[in-house]
């Protein structure tokens, strides 16, 4: 008997090493190549993957569990993972807070313990009161994928409308809840993508924004009635690639409607109704190509727009009396500084500047006379910041990449400034330092970036790095604190964060300078920003990892197709990437504003030219490279991960591993579990850190496991 059992155990470990031997012969999954060929504008394109655009054909959906299956069988046992979720656990399992506002005499925030998984919506009556539960997510969803945020709240505090959102989709359902008996009304919106909602100040109603096939629409719910009655308020003829975001004033007389042109919005519209003469909708600001937001205080909407001022002014319009002639600026612009964000608290203007990308906040009177600022004692940004008009608390957050969140309440009448809420994640800021350089592109623009390492760094050309950027959009990448910033630092490494072209750092110029036909701007930062930290001695290109989200992952396409040689390894999540399609899918017609379309002749040229998917090149040395993306993405199509991943499977011409990692669950919005999120990004840090040979002192040392020596995969037949 125990004769027999040896001989099994030797025939199953045998069997063991065979299918180890099998998947290392193997590689990746092949992925079928078709010839699909199509010419635009005089040029063919070959798109031998558009199979995989089908995310529910029974092919793709075997090729993405066969991928899957790869993925972990490389990444699932790596050594470093133990401490890797360790300590991001440390870093994130801590009590969190966040969306802190007053109305009615109440204060509302969310709050997520450190042995949860979501944020918890809770209200106080009083800053010595304690709080009250409203909404807890966690019995909605047993895997905790389901997330809850606030919407609005009514003016006396008494009535809260909240988004429900399964997974990371963008698209919520809106649920309303009685804050004093913590009764939910039958009343709630259907899951769509919503921009906006207003509760009018008597409860009878709100107004709120949501995209239609049509396109965005502005509609009225009257609470206690079908939501299928609901009537159109404004929207009629805009289409899908327009954005539409309302607010109503705080005594409900004045409702603005902002249409948007595109999410880089480089143009906005915007109209006005006043409800107390029960008119219609009215154009205030429909005939000029700018940008124009703002915020309504009494009877006056105060704008921050980029009309005739790159880098942002203010101006002062009397809804009573709307026409140009009557406009009236209140601050002009700054020419070494950019307005980030405006809002209004206690009578007052609160303006967020960004000098050199770090926050500053500057309180003025509605005529534009200083009235206090407020400062902070590291390099960061100010974020979450909520005020009224009639209101003399306010409430806003600070951070930097090594300093945990504070959020902040703020009195403007006395300036006191107190906190309210404090993340304790355990970080030493004291032993790491963060620094601000400033470098060349290849056009010779001055282009700054954030470093943050230990103290002391020493410069020997083999400090395992981490780069991060983003660059589009209009968007400033500030220094916020990361747990991935904090646990690479600490490891002996180096974290850095170029402020690309495309982003608004530096006001519209700025952004203007890498989108459109000057997308390669951005692209050529970013290798601009490699080449200073190689030539500086902080890495090499053997040491070098680079890690992008979103419009990140399509610079980091780009910068893995125009210069593998400078990578080691790279981390590409939710990515655009095959840009010839992109307008096709989903909500993408927003972005065309900012990228232009391949429909157009004069546009394709220049973006087939960076385009990643279509600059593969068979053969070629490619960095090791990890695709992450899912099925619940609604904003950027997974098919952009899934297409580069077959094609730089096939076309790899090393032996450095292409892997997918694609989450049926996961999508592109806020909202996952705190253990989720740290499973993924272990995932992922060990993937780069496997490839970079990094080994903290606390962990094991990073070796390929057993079943991962790559090979070259088999020539695929078209």
């Given amino acids: 008997m125990r004769g027999r059992v040896l001989l099994l155990v030797i025939a199953s470990l045998f069997a063991m090493v065979q299918i180890v031997f099998t998947q290392e012969k193997q590689g990746p999954p092949i992925a079928r190549r078709d010839d699909v060929k199509e010419t635009l504008h005089g040029v063919t394109v070959e798109d031998p993957y558009r199979w995989l655009e089908d995310q529910n054909s029974p092919d793709t959906r075997a090729w993405i569990d066969a991928e899957n299956t790869y993925t972990q069988s490389l990444i ?92 990371g989709a963008d698209e919520v359902e809106i649920h309303f809840l ?46 206690g009635t079908d939501v299928n009655d609901d009537v159109e308020i404004f929207g009629k003829g805009y289409g899908p690639e327009k954005i539409i975001g309302s607010q109503l004033s705080e005594d409900g007389r004045w409702l603005l409607s902002t249409v948007l042109y595109g999410s880089s919005a480089d143009k906005t519209e915007v109209f006005f109704l006043d409800r107390e003469a029960k008119g219609e909708m009215k154009p205030l600001i429909h005939d000029i190509d700018a940008r124009f937001f703002g915020e309504i205080g009494g009877d006056h909407f105060f704008v921050h727009t980029n009309w005739r001022a790159p880098n942002g002014r203010v101006l002062d319009i009397d809804l009573k009396h709307p026409d140009r002639p009557h406009w009236f600026q209140i601050l002009s612009e700054k020419p070494d500084a950019v307005i980030e964000n405006m809002r209004l608290a206690g009578g007052n203007v609160v303006i967020t500047y960004l000098k050199d990308v770090t926050s500053h906040i500057n309180f003025f009177t509605p005529n534009g006379v200083p009235a206090g600022e407020v400062s902070f004692p590291a390099m960061g ?38 906190v309210f809420a404090r993340v304790n994640a355990p970080v030493n800021s004291a032993e790491l330092e963060l620094k601000q350089v400033w470098y060349e592109s290849k056009d ?63 006001g519209e110029s700025w952004h203007q300078a890498g989108m459109m036909e000057k997308k390669q701007n951005v692209f050529d930062d970013f290798i601009g920003a490699a080449e200073y930290l190689i030539d500086k001695k902080y890495t090499s290109p053997e040491h070098f990892a680079i890690s992008g989200r979103s419009n990140g992952g399509l610079l980091m396409g780009a910068a893995l197709t125009q210069h593998p040689e400078l990578f080691k390894a790279v981390d590409c999540g939710y990515p655009l990437l095959d840009m010839i399609r992109y307008q096709d ?57 899934r297409k580069m991943a077959a094609m730089l499977q096939w076309a790899q011409g090393g032996d450095a591993p292409i892997l997918l990692h694609y989450d049926t669950k996961a999508g592109h919005s806020e909202g996952q579990a705190v253990k989720k999120i740290i499973d993924d990004t272990t995932d992922e840090i060990s993937f780069l850190w496997w490839q970079l040979g990094v080994t903290p002192k606390e962990a094991p040392s990073t070796t390929r496991p057993p079943n991962s020596k790559l090979r070259k995969p088999a020539t695929r037949q078209s």
Wanted: glycine share 8%; aromatic share 14%.
């Fill in 76 to 167: 699932g046992n790596l050594p470093t993972r133990p401490y890797i979720e360790k300590r991001l656990g440390e870093l994130l399992k801590v009590d969190n807070y966040k969306q802190a506002f007053e109305q009615g005499g109440r204060t509302f925030y969310a709050e997520r313990k450190a042995d949860q998984d979501q944020f918890v919506l809770l209200m106080r009556k009083s800053a010595a009161a304690a709080p009250v539960v409203l909404v807890d997510p966690h019995p909605l969803s047993p895997d905790h994928s389901t997330s809850v945020t606030f919407k609005d709240v009514s003016e006396d505090g008494t009535l809260v409308a909240y988004e429900i959102r399964k997974g």
């Fill in 585 to 641: 899918f989903l909500v993408a017609k927003f972005w065309v504003p900012e990228y232009g379309s391949s429909e157009n002749a004069d546009q394709f040229q220049y973006i087939l030219k960076y385009s990643p998917y279509h600059n593969i090149h068979k053969d070629t040395k490619y960095p090791a490279t990890i695709f992450v993306t899912g099925d619940s993405d609604t904003r950027v199509a997974p098919l952009h991960a």
């Fill in 178 to 223: 009685n804050v004093d008996t913590k009764k939910e009304l039958d009343d709630h919106l259907p899951a769509a993508r919503y921009f906006g909602l207003q509760i009018v100040p008597d409860k009878s109603g709100c107004y709120y924004d949501v995209m239609t096939a049509e396109g965005p629409r502005v509609r009225w719910h009257k609470l």
């Fill in 444 to 506: 010779k623009t001055k282009i700054p970036m954030f470093i943050l390492a230990r103290k002391g760094l020493e410069l020997n050309g083999a400090n395992p790095t981490y780069m991060t950027g983003y660059g589009g959009f209009n968007v400033s990448y500030t220094p916020q604190f990361s747990a991935v910033a904090v646990l690479w630092a600490e490891s002996g490494g180096v974290f850095a964060l170029p402020n690309l072209r495309g982003g608004g750092e530096f």
């Fill in 381 to 418: 940004t100010v974020a979450e910041f909520s005020g009224h008009w009639k209101s003399k608390v306010a409430h806003f957050a600070f951070s930097s990449f090594h300093i945990p969140k504070t959020i902040y309440r703020y009195n403007t009448e006395t300036k006191a400034k107190t």
